[in-house]
């Protein structure tokens, strides 16, 4: 059996993540191609109750517990279900995976990025997605998309959000896995360059 493909989106609050994901799976549908969709932080029972730790606005967490417990979700997720899913040569779509914690907890946060880095590579047992796309948009769109929509744990701080940023862009100029999507482009023409490079994922796995 072909192994599956593993594909993450990334990219800072309000970049569209969740309108792409729903356009491929709208196309992998029409294909009759199996897959399925994971959340970070979440994505198992066990890690959506994690999820309600960090989101929870009453949670006092430090950068250091916020690192451990979005690990022990990862962990869970990629063991009880990315794995699996691949093996069974399933697409597995990810929305957000480690590359998350280098930006928020690493770039955002200020921890140690060779620490988060050791982190993640245990959590996802050295477990890295086919592709990645990154759907960058400024921090002034990134506030203005989602004021009012959003009031859990996580920053809006600008200042946070610029340094997140910067560490995508720095990621992404370090990896060729990393696909560079401009978000401020109308949703059609961004999910026209996703479309494009899952078209030649498919070819290469099918030829
Ligand atoms: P969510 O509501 O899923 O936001 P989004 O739609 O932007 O993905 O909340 C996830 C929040 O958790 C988001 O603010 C980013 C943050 N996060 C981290 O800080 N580190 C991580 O490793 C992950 C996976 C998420």
């Known amino acids: 059996m072909k192994r599956g493909i593993f594909i993450s989106f990334e990219g800072i609050d309000g970049s569209g993540k969740t309108t792409q994901i729903e356009q491929l799976k709208d196309y992998l549908k029409s294909l009759n191609i199996d897959y399925i969709v994971v959340r970070e932080p979440g994505g198992t029972n066990e890690g959506e109750r994690i999820?309600?730790?960090l989101l929870d606005r009453e949670s006092d967490l430090t950068p250091e517990a916020e690192l451990f417990l979005l690990l022990a979700s990862?962990?869970?997720?990629?063991?009880r279900v990315i794995i699996?899913?691949?093996?069974?040569?399933?697409?597995?779509?990810?929305d957000r995976y480690a590359d998350s914690s280098v930006a928020y907890q690493g770039y955002g946060r200020g921890l140690d990025i060779e620490f988060v880095n050791s982190g993640?590579?245990?959590?996802?047992?050295?477990?890295?997605?086919?592709?990645?796309?990154?759907?960058d948009i400024p921090v002034e769109e990134s506030i203005r998309r989602r004021k009012e929509k959003k009031k859990d744990r996580m920053e809006i701080d600008p200042e946070f959000l610029k340094r997140v940023r910067k560490g995508?862009?720095?990621?992404?100029?370090?990896?060729k896995r990393i696909v560079v999507?401009?978000?401020?482009?109308?949703?059609?023409?961004?999910?026209?360059?996703?479309?494009?490079?899952?078209e030649e994922l498919l070819r290469r796995r099918n030829g």
């Open 181 to 198: 999507v401009d978000g401020t482009m109308n949703p059609k023409e961004v999910w026209q360059i996703i479309k494009i490079n899952i």
């Open 51 to 53: 999820r309600q730790i």
């Open 168 to 175: 995508y862009l720095k990621m992404a100029n370090n990896s």
């Open 120 to 135: 993640n590579s245990v959590a996802t047992c050295g477990l890295k997605p086919d592709i990645t796309f990154y759907i």
């Open 84 to 94: 699996p899913s691949l093996e069974e040569g399933k697409i597995v779509i990810a």
């Open 74 to 79: 990862r962990s869970i997720l990629t063991k």
